[in-house]
């Protein structure tokens, strides 16, 4: 079974800095991109990060520049490293491995065969 474990989350003053963990077990699909992403209660799903299998990086607008996402070379673990946060960033972030690079809002009717729990991070 795949199991996804993200850590890292808790709660931090604006221009703080998190550092969240992805821990990956029993995930064999190398070719996937492996992609962070945040839900803010009432809003939609958002990826904010995402890292391909030859390395490329991927951010979107509202992170970039402050979130730096990165792997271990066997693709077990992503970290999302996340500078100067904004309240606005304040959101529980899951990691998913997907064929597709998710970037932006992600609609509802997308299903990810493989989701964390996911990690609380609040800015104040």
């Known amino acids: 079974d795949v199991q996804l474990v993200e850590s890292g989350g808790g709660s931090v003053q604006a221009g703080g800095s998190l550092r969240l963990s992805c821990a990956a077990s029993g995930y064999t699909y190398s070719s996937y991109c492996m992609g962070w992403f945040r839900q803010a209660p009432g809003k939609e799903r958002e990826g904010v990060a995402a890292?391909?299998?030859?390395?490329?990086?991927s951010y979107a607008d509202s992170v970039k520049g402050r979130f730096t996402i990165s792997q271990d070379g066997a693709r077990k673990t992503v970290i999302l490293q996340m500078n100067n946060l904004k309240p606005e960033d304040t959101a529980m972030y899951y990691c998913a491995p997907d064929p597709t690079l998710w970037i932006g809002p992600v609609p509802e009717y997308v299903t990810f065969h493989y989701w964390g729990q996911g990690t609380q991070v609040t800015v104040s």
């Open positions: 890292i391909d299998s030859d390395g490329s990086t």
